[in-house]
Structure formats: structure tokens, C-alpha cells
């Protein structure tokens, strides 16, 4: 991985005077962003020389990844040019963690402080990692804050942090939220807004027009999903939770994904192809971008550039998105809860409920990971 960037301090607040109470490190988790343009393409390269994003042997990665990712430079960065020559996913990430520092600040009992685990640019999880054993830290969260897990993305981030940890000589009781896709307080967070969205987007609409939700998920390809991955299944489950809580009759919605970048057969239908068939059935668009939850590069210009131009190329009525939740109170006071029921749920590895939630066929759940470790431990 390239550390030749400078590294952002991965602390969010200064240590202050305070009685004596416990100090639980939060580790946010999220994928990170170019911090410039010449930052780019070494973001690419983290990013295609993942194992769990670029699954070929070991002995080709290091080539094919860096292949991928020269290739690739040229129009990421005309994308990051569009968003002022960065990502704004840090920034908004550190607004995010001093709104759940202050959220959480009135325990008596309990410090807590957010530190921020990039996974493909700075801060990354060495650098966080090594801020949480020089604050004092006695206990660690980890919570990534992508609601519905993936080997991907939570479990690519999890993985390098333990790595990362044992770096850093990090031996702390540890706690490990893997997914929050349906929570109810997410879900209510959720489907606050995109009600505000629907009703802004009836509102410019002439009357007895059509409006259609496309809750519209980061894709994978359905190699990983047939393999045992949950992603699919918990999308599905965040965007029956959030129609369920709109509660609006015969809403017109559908679940599809963008993103895709390589040839092979990725989860459909696309973002792509919905919008065909929306011209064709002459129903204006809601884009919700289910699976993120801060702004970036694949919600300002895929969604906001690059879809609605082809809306209006394809002659969609209508072209309207759900913003991301950024700091939104309803989505920080979701993450309050999670907090508080994770640590208070006596688990080291927990989701939004307690324990697993996928049905058994998944098998890359990380609590049938954790419980096949178990019985291996057992039979050694």
C-alpha cells in the first residue's frame, strides 16, 4: 500500500481535562479517497490490488491491479477534477465522527472518541491503529459504516485492521459491529429522506405524473454473491425495511446497481438499465442511494452527472436523488444506538440485532466465519 501521502491526524478532538471514565476508542471505517489529483491513481492501485476486490492468484494481482488501475486514471481523475481535485469522503467522514463524539458525550462513565480507518488512502488503518494505542485507549468499536456488510468493504477493511493492530501491538477488548442494514433508526433515518425527496420531487412534477424509486446500490459482481457474500440479501432487506416504513400504497420502486467495472456478470438489473425502462414506461426517477452514506465520487458525478445526463438523453420525465445522510441527526442518532447496543450486548462480534442475520447459505456472514474458527479451534 502507498504511504507517501501525508497522513491525516486520525484523532478528532484534542484530549481534554475530564474525570476518570473508561476510554473506548470508535473506529469509523470507509473506503477513502484521492486527497488530490496526483493522489489518484496510487488510490488505484490500493484499490485493484486488494484481494478482495481483484480475486485472481496472488502472483498476478501486483501486475493486473496497477494495469487496472493506469488504465483507469485518466477518467477518475476528470471525475475528481468535477468535485474541486478530491474526494470529499474524509471531510465529511471527520464531520461525522465529531457529531458522534458529541452525541455520545454526556456519559458519565464512558470517553469516547472517533478515529477514522480508511481502507485504499490516508488515514489508513496503521495510522488509526497506532492513534488508538497512543491516546490510552482500553477498549475499541469498530463499526464501518457501510450498513450492509460485504467482503468487500466491511470485511476487506476488518481484515487490514487486524493487521494493522497487531502492528501497532493493539491488544484491547474489542467489539465488532458487521452490519446495520435494516436497524430500525437507520431505517427511519432512511426513510426520512427520502420522503423529503419524494414529496420535493411531486411537488415539481405536473399532476398524475408517475415517480419511481431507484434504490440504487454500489454492484459486485454475482461471482462473490454466488460464493457466499450477503450483500445482496441485506440491500434487499435495507430497501423492503425503508418501502416498509415509508408506508406509501402502490409505491413504485425497484432495487438495482450501479458501478459496475469489469467485464464479468455483475447483480442487475443496472442502475443503467432501469433507466431505459424508465423512458420506455414514461415515469420520472428517484435515485436513493441506499448503500452510501456519505457523498462521494460515485453519488456527485456517477448519479448526479453521468445518470442524469443519460436521463435526459434517454427522455426520462423526471431525474430527482435521495441525498447520502453525511451528518443528518437522524442518521447520527441511528449511530448512537448502534453503539450503545453493540457494547452493551456482551459480543465481540454482534450486528444491529445481536447476533447473525443472513440465512445459512452465506456463508462469508463473518459470524459463520467466527463460528467455523470455533470449531476448528475445538477439533485442534
Not at 491516546?135 to 477493511?157: C, D
Request: glycine share 8%; charged share 25%.
Amino acid at each position: 500500500m502507498d504511504q507517501t501521502a501525508p497522513v491525516s491526524p486520525p484523532a478528532l478532538t484534542e484530549d481534554r481535562p475530564a474525570a476518570k471514565r473508561r476510554r473506548v476508542a470508535i473506529v469509523l471505517f470507509n473506503l477513502g479517497g484521492p486527497d488530490r489529483i496526483e493522489s489518484v491513481r496510487p488510490f488505484l492501485e490500493n484499490l485493484f490490488m486488494d484481494p478482495a476486490i481483484l480475486r485472481v492468484p496472488g502472483f498476478i494481482r501486483p501486475w493486473l491491479g496497477r494495469f487496472i488501475a493506469k488504465r483507469r486514471t485518466k477518467a477518475a481523475s476528470e471525475n475528481y477534477a468535477i468535485l474541486g481535485g478530491k474526494s470529499p469522503l474524509l471531510e465529511l467522514t471527520e464531520e461525522q465522527g465529531r457529531a458522534l463524539e458529541a452525541a455520545l458525550a454526556g456519559d458519565p462513565a464512558v470517553e469516547h472518541r472517533c478515529f477514522i480507518a480508511m481502507r485504499y488512502w490516508h488515514p489508513m488503518s496503521d495510522a488509526c491503529a497506532r492513534a488508538v494505542a497512543e491516546w490510552g485507549a482500553e477498549e475499541v468499536l469498530l463499526l464501518p459504516l457501510y450498513p450492509q456488510f460485504s467482503t468487500t468493504t466491511t470485511g476487506s477493511s476488518l481484515a487490514e485492521w487486524d493487521r494493522a493492530a497487531r502492528r501497532a501491538g493493539l491488544d484491547l477488548p474489542t467489539t465488532t459491529l458487521c452490519c446495520w442494514h435494516s436497524d430500525p433508526a437507520f431505517t427511519a433515518a432512511s426513510a426520512g429522506l427520502v420522503r423529503a425527496a419524494w414529496e420535493a420531487a411531486r411537488a415539481e412534477l405536473p399532476a398524475g405524473a408517475r415517480l419511481r424509486i431507484l434504490f440504487s446500490a454500489h454492484g459486485l459482481p454475482e461471482s462473490i454473491v454466488k460464493a457466499g457474500d450477503p450483500y445482496q440479501w441485506q440491500v434487499e432487506r435495507s430497501v423492503a425495511a425503508v418501502v416498509e416504513h415509508l408506508g406509501i400504497e402502490g409505491l413504485d420502486h425497484v432495487v438495482c446497481y450501479q458501478s459496475r467495472v469489469t467485464p464479468q456478470k455483475w447483480l442487475g438489473p443496472s442502475t443503467e438499465d432501469e433507466l431505459e425502462r424508465a423512458a420506455h414506461d414514461g415515469v420520472a426517477v428517484l435515485v436513493c442511494p441506499i448503500a452510501f452514506v456519505s457523498e462521494h465520487s460515485e453519488t456527485l458525478v456517477e448519479l448526479d452527472v453521468e445518470y442524469r445526463e443519460e436521463a435526459q438523453r434517454l427522455g426520462v420525465p423526471g431525474y430527482f436523488r435521495v441525498p447520502a445522510q453525511n451528518s443528518d441527526p437522524g442518521f447520527i442518532a441511528a449511530l448512537v444506538g448502534l453503539v450503545r447496543g453493540a457494547r452493551g450486548g456482551g459480543r465481540a462480534l454482534c450486528s444491529f440485532a445481536g447476533g447473525r442475520q443472513c440465512p445459512k447459505p452465506f456463508g462469508d456472514c463473518p459470524h459463520a466465519k467466527a463460528k467455523a474458527g470455533q470449531r476448528a479451534t475445538v477439533a485442534a
